[in-house]
């Protein structure tokens, strides 16, 4: 493959990349970020993701979507501001992955792989010029602040005229270093935006830094002249160190979602022991080893890969993977998942599947695709900000020309109110910054939004429909009754006996025979073992008696029961005589009863819609009080069953996880799915279940409410904010300095508001 990647980048009419970049065209490189796809006509394509720097506002994610479509070979493009991720999809016969980098860093902004290491150092970079700017601004505006003071405090007369020039003085030299290093941000987006002939975010926040400043040194140089004698420097280095501030919030839950991502990829080892035939042990890096290998894993690594184990019994913390929070204990023959940490003792396992094919890699995958969407809320955001920044502009112009009639001296600071108390951050961070926090939050709980925009149908939904078989149930069965057939036996007796029969069978009824018998399991000793297919266990007791246990006409034979049809239930006995009937029924799942009467208590409907017998499926209904229930109903039955409730103006939620709940998934409102269930039901699902918890949909249910309430909160605030301050700078009642605080506080409100989403409550969800 290699060799192939090498000829097809070869044949790009493209300059070659020079210096570090050409790395990145390396195809054994270009592994870690990208991913290689045929299209219908079967060309080949490359998705790379690449983790950006200098975005600060959402208008930047458009500049840079502007600048990578305009790479020739590029196909599409998604840009994600508030996770600064990007995907492209790109033809390798037309460019390389170097000029997407370049393309992105002649827009103005970083770009690196977006590989854990290089993406983690970049990140460390952008944090820490983050924080020497606000450290800069918070500086200068203290000292600026104290030399200001005495203005504000003093009596007319008690300061000379030569000691206010004095501080004024001091105030703009300190400025200097709050306009040339700080606000460096602002001025290069908004210059970006420009060059790209669209207005950000940043534009209106730069004319309004600049004016200000230019009119405090003109009020400064020259107190009579034009600007007049009042200066704003306090206001201007207050303001910039807000706004950084705000930022500098954003900027961490930025980083926060992105190390839980890495998190996923960084507990792999980087090399492990393997096992050879003849016993002897060999270390080798993970990409070197193969399905079918023996691995030994020591206690506090991580499995390297998915598999099973084959020798030795500990616990697993899959917390990461999962949401479970408890160790999950290991035996022999129990599935490992890659990247989960084994806890208590040294084991063996044996290795099923690798890299892109674990449970692992496709749980990083899926949340990667999710962190580049740009959901609804957001894009409607986007677009409102567009006609709100005009606006702004247009307002300023209009009060600049007002005052300059009513008081010349004042025109200046009251079109610099209007430019910085309007700035619509606090607009645009509403609806990502909250989406972004709760899709964090519900990743480490183990519930993986595949379509962020899905939260605002999830909120929105009223009937609840379920699968049943590996969804509501395991794939495994429990005793549900015993009913002993002669007066005077022993229950636990039986039990014991027909328990240590079953304990020679793997099949899944002896399997669930022997739990609830549990260590009495032991209490014959069988020999003549026999097990036959479809029927049942044979074998003879001490005393040479045989025994069998199975199918009904298997312990009795048909010739002497008239009706000799199977009732599945297990009939245990000597041959020709059941001592014992062993009824049996799936399991359900631990949380489910409590799931299902918490969505009932929460208003919901909840039905369930089963492909399995009828009267099974009405037998679990009635265990779960589910009044709507369908059995055999195929996937076209569970089609049109959906249909015909949103035709009713429901809002559907299907849970499902096989191959025939994929069509359902598909048109349901909004869809769940196990992780361990079927790989085409889990691609179609909007949210995926990672852990094995039925409560998480009540939990995502709950999550979706609330983030739409703080972003309906966010975006009421935004309106009132505006509506209450506009009015005031308009008039000339707000000074410059009060608009910066407010704008600032604004954007800081928001966003801790929006933080709140990520935080769930170690039982929020857990009463279902």
């Not at 567009?386 to 009060?399: K, M």
């Not at 989406?435 to 009937?463: K, M, N, P, S, Y």
């Not at 793997?506 to 003549?528: K, M």
Request: glycine letters at 8%; hydrophobic letters at 50%; aromatic letters at 6%.
């Amino acid at each position: 493959m290699a060799s192939i990647l090498t000829e097809r980048s070869a044949a790009v009419a493209v300059d070659p990349p020079s210096g570090e970049l050409a790395a990145l065209d390396d195809p054994l490189n270009q592994g870690a970020f990208t991913t290689w796809t045929q299209d219908p006509a079967g060309r080949r394509e490359a998705t790379s993701q690449f983790r950006l720097s200098g975005l600060y506002c959402a208008a930047c994610a458009g500049l840079i979507e502007t600048a990578l479509h305009g790479v020739d070979g590029v196909i599409e493009a998604r840009v994600h501001s508030a996770t600064s991720l990007a995907l492209v999809r790109w033809d390798p016969q037309r460019t390389r992955a170097s000029a997407l980098v370049e393309a992105v860093r002649r827009a103005g902004y970083g770009a690196v792989p977006d590989a854990a290491a290089s993406a983690r150092a970049l990140r460390e970079a952008e944090q820490r010029k983050a924080l020497w700017r606000m450290f800069v601004a918070g500086f200068c505006m203290m000292q600026v602040m104290m030399y200001a003071t005495p203005a504000y405090v003093s009596e007319p007369g008690d300061i000379t005229p030569d000691m206010l020039r004095l501080l004024q003085w001091a105030s703009w030299v300190l400025s200097l270093p709050v306009m040339l290093f700080s606000a460096g941000p602002f001025f290069s987006s908004a210059w970006n935006s420009l060059k790209q002939r669209r207005l950000g975010m940043d534009v209106p926040v730069s004319v309004g830094i600049l004016v200000t400043f230019v009119a405090s040194s003109g009020a400064t140089f020259d107190p009579g002249g034009i600007f007049g004698h009042e200066v704003y420097f306090d206001s201007l280095t207050m303001f910039v160190f807000f706004l950084l501030g705000g930022r500098w919030l954003e900027l961490r839950a930025r980083h926060q979602v992105a190390l839980s991502l890495e998190a996923g990829t960084a507990r792999l080892p980087d090399s492990v022991e393997r096992l050879r035939e003849d016993g002897s042990v060999e270390r080798v890096a993970v990409a070197r080893l193969a399905a079918g290998d023996r691995v030994r894993v020591a206690a506090g690594q991580a499995f390297p890969a998915d598999g099973v184990l084959a020798e030795g019994r500990t616990l697993a913390d899959e917390a990461l993977l999962t949401g479970e929070s408890a160790p999950v204990p290991k035996h022999s023959g129990d599935e490992v998942v890659a990247g989960s940490l084994n806890l208590r003792a040294p084991v063996v396992m044996q290795v099923l599947r690798l890299g892109e094919d674990t449970r692992q890699a496709g749980i990083v995958a899926l949340m990667r695709s999710a962190l580049t969407q740009r959901p609804r809320l957001v894009q409607q955001a986007e677009r409102l900000a567009g006609p709100f920044l005009w606006t702004v502009l247009v307002l300023a112009a209009g009060a600049a020309a007002a005052w300059s009639f009513i008081d010349p001296q004042r025109a200046v600071w009251v079109a610099v109110s209007v430019l910085i108390v309007t700035c619509p951050c606090a607009l645009s961070l509403s609806a990502p910054a909250a989406l972004l926090a709760a899709t964090g939050g519900l990743a480490r709980r183990g519930v993986l939004l595949q379509r962020i925009e899905a939260l605002e149908g999830l909120a929105a939904i009223d009937t609840v429909v379920f699968d049943k078989t590996g969804t509501l149930t395991r794939d495994r069965l429990e005793l549900a009754s015993t009913v002993l057939q002669r007066e005077g036996d022993d229950e636990q007796a039986l039990l014991a006996s027909a328990a240590s029969l079953a304990a020679l069978s793997t099949h899944p009824a002896s399997r669930a025979l022997v739990a609830a018998a549990g260590e009495g399991g032991t209490a014959r000793r069988w020999t003549a073992v026999e097990e036959h297919p479809g029927q049942g266990l044979e074998a003879r007791d001490e005393a040479g008696i045989a025994w069998r246990l199975g199918r009904r006409d298997w312990v009795v034979p048909a010739a002497v029961h008239a009706a000799a049809e199977d009732d599945g239930a297990l009939h245990f006995g000597p041959t020709g005589d059941t001592r014992a009937v062993f009824s049996l029924r799936e399991q359900l799942r631990d949380d489910a009863l409590a799931t299902l009467a918490q969505l009932q208590r929460d208003g919901l409907r909840v039905a369930l819609l089963s492909g399995d017998a009828p009267q099974r499926a009405a037998a679990l209904a009635q265990r779960l009080s589910i009044a709507d229930v369908r059995g055999g109903a195929t996937p076209a039955d569970k089609l049109a069953a959906v249909a015909a409730w949103q035709a009713e103006g429901r809002r559907v939620a299907m849970v499902g996880d096989g191959l025939n709940d994929a069509p359902v998934l598909a048109r349901a409102d909004v869809s769940f799915a196990f992780a361990h269930g079927s790989a085409v039901a889990r691609s179609g699902a909007d949210v995926v279940l990672l852990g094995e918890r039925l409560a998480d949909v009540a939990l995502a249910r709950r999550q979706a409410q609330r983030t739409l309430r703080v972003i309906r909160q966010n975006l009421s605030w935004s309106v009132i904010y505006n509506a209450a301050c506009v009015p005031l700078a308009l008039i000339g009642w707000l000074p410059p300095w009060a608009a910066g605080i407010g704008m600032a506080s604004s954007s800081l409100l928001v966003v801790l508001n929006a933080l709140r989403v990520a935080r769930i409550d170690g039982n929020y969800g857990d009463e279902a």
